[in-house]
């Protein structure tokens, strides 16, 4: 077993468990703790650093969240082998995800109606007020149009806030902002043809919007499978320059989080076959346990990811803001083309959300939804596996604002959706069994009486 002796600075505002996690990363990643050692119990590294067993338990946890360890039952916790390309972590195999006969198109679709909306989501009065700064304060400025590559005010907002919370060190010069992800694919469609790729290798099952503009975009794609550990690496074209799209923090449909070794390994693939990752780091802010998985782009030699970011999910739907980081020479290749585009978010709304951000109020919003959102997740995954968990299985439950619900049932897709619209609940799915269930705008003490109202109404005439 290999002795840790963790100096915990008490004058420093870093929580005494994230100083443990980023010494044991540390040694993990410079070789002092090799692959197959044992670590300390939790007993006896909170023994010897004088903190509680608590402490040294979130630190674990968020190690083997993001793969760096491993635990045995009976046992105890190990070092994983994070620089193999075959990603291996303890027990952990590459067991599948199969659900191919999903049709993510069709769980796109969301039928207009009145869905009902918590007002806690967000605070109107705090971006009313940023929204009238800049019309007394800035007013001028509305009269120009804005830059393609989005206001620069937002974009040093954006670069300040990835850095402290994602670990992504990037310049202004490298960010794009687009109306949605689907404008940015595109963008980054136009770049990578003008530099020779035509390929574009898609999680199976994936988002169906991106693949949809590749596709549109005259792009082969590639349709790789996934696994408990994320995109099947292995699967991934060689010997021809492509464009991996990936969630490696939260697989959309199956919750499936990257370890660092499966990264590292997706990282030299990129190197290796002159390709590029694109990184959607959708959701990332909203992870309920333990801190927030960190990013691709934040890790060594990711000058070939292009990081994809949005705040759709955090803010409100109204706002359609997008943006991505591109590496240096893709920014340049940006600009030389930005002339031919015009900007398509609003002025008023971008400079809005900068002094949102300039102001804390983003960062205080991001804290209050993380709670609120936890809550209602707990309160909805409990009551499903309470009251129904004779036909209906949760899964994805640990980020986001939705849980993907297997639904066993004789009525079909649009029925189960259609029953769910009329009582003002969002639902999206499929012909199959599978369909994504919004909670995030339902109000934390109706949960329970809407989702009885659910499912009597599933359940009845089977």
């Known amino acids: 077993m290999k002795a840790l002796l963790p100096v915990l600075d008490k004058s420093r505002k870093k929580p005494y468990y994230q100083q443990i996690y980023d010494y044991i990363k540390n040694a993990i990643l410079n070789g002092d703790i090799r692959e197959g050692e044992r670590l300390p119990s939790l007993r006896a590294l909170a023994s010897s650093a004088g903190i509680s067993v608590t402490t040294v338990e979130q630190c674990y946890n968020q190690l083997l969240v993001e793969g760096y360890i491993y635990s045995r039952a009976q046992s105890g916790y190990y070092v994983s082998n994070v620089f193999s390309h075959s990603g291996s972590s303890g027990d952990t195999g590459d067991s599948m995800i199969s659900m191919q006969a999903f049709s993510a198109d069709e769980a796109m679709r969301v039928a207009p109606s009145p869905y009902i909306y918590d007002p806690d989501c967000f605070d109107f009065n705090k971006w009313k007020r940023c929204m009238n700064k800049v019309i007394t304060e800035h007013s001028q400025t509305l009269f120009f149009e804005g830059d393609p590559q989005g206001e620069y005010v937002l974009r040093t907002e954006i670069a300040k806030y990835l850095y402290m919370s994602r670990g992504v060190a990037c310049t202004p010069e490298q960010i794009i902002i687009g109306a949605g992800t689907q404008q940015i694919t595109n963008h980054i469609s136009t770049m990578l043809r003008r530099m020779g790729i035509e390929n574009v290798a898609m999680e199976n099952p994936g988002y169906a919007?991106?693949?949809?503009?590749?596709?549109?975009?005259?792009?082969?794609?590639?349709?790789?499978?996934?696994?408990?550990?994320?995109?099947?690496?292995?699967?991934?074209?060689?010997?021809?320059?492509?464009?991996?799209?990936?969630?490696?923090?939260?697989?959309?449909?199956?919750?499936?989080?990257?370890?660092?070794?499966?990264?590292?390994?997706?990282?030299?693939?990129?190197?290796?076959?002159?390709?590029?990752?694109?990184?959607?780091d959708y959701d990332s802010e909203l992870r309920y346990f333990?801190?927030?998985?960190?990013?691709?782009?934040?890790?060594?030699?990711?000058?070939?990811?292009?990081?994809?970011?949005?705040?759709?999910?955090?803010?409100?739907?109204?706002?359609?803001?997008?943006?991505?980081?591109?590496?240096?020479?893709?920014?340049?290749?940006?600009?030389?083309?930005?002339?031919d585009y015009s900007q398509t978010c609003s002025k008023l709304e971008q400079l809005t959300l900068a002094i949102f951000m300039e102001t804390g109020s983003y960062q205080t919003h991001i804290k209050k939804l993380r709670k609120l959102y936890s809550q209602k997740l707990s309160a909805v995954t409990d009551f499903f596996t309470r009251e129904?968990?004779?036909?209906?299985?949760?899964?994805?439950?640990?980020?986001?604002?939705?849980?993907?619900?297997?639904?066993?049932?004789?009525?079909?897709?649009?029925?189960?959706?259609?029953?769910?619209?009329?009582?003002?609940?969002?639902?999206?799915?499929?012909?199959?069994?599978?369909?994504?269930?919004?909670?995030?705008?339902?109000?934390?003490?109706?949960?329970?009486?809407?989702?009885?109202?659910?499912?009597?109404?599933?359940?009845?005439?089977?």
């Open 209 to 280: 919007p991106v693949r949809s503009v590749f596709r549109d975009r005259g792009f082969a794609i590639t349709p790789v499978d996934v696994s408990d550990t994320g995109l099947i690496i292995e699967k991934l074209p060689t010997n021809i320059r492509t464009a991996a799209y990936v969630t490696p923090s939260n697989h959309l449909f199956t919750g499936a989080v990257m370890p660092i070794g499966r990264r590292f390994a997706l990282i030299n693939w990129a190197m290796e076959n002159d390709s590029y990752i694109i990184e959607d």
């Open 388 to 462: 129904a968990a004779d036909f209906i299985q949760v899964r994805n439950t640990s980020s986001g604002i939705n849980v993907l619900l297997d639904v066993r049932s004789d009525k079909d897709a649009g029925t189960l959706r259609e029953e769910a619209r009329r009582l003002g609940l969002q639902l999206t799915g499929s012909e199959n069994s599978f369909m994504f269930f919004y909670y995030n705008q339902l109000p934390l003490e109706d949960i329970p009486h809407l989702l009885s109202q659910l499912i009597a109404a599933w359940r009845a005439d089977e």
């Open 290 to 339: 333990g801190r927030p998985v960190p990013a691709l782009k934040s890790m060594k030699n990711s000058h070939n990811v292009i990081y994809l970011g949005s705040f759709s999910s955090t803010l409100f739907a109204a706002v359609r803001i997008s943006y991505m980081v591109l590496p240096e020479e893709m920014a340049a290749l940006f600009s030389s083309m930005a002339e």
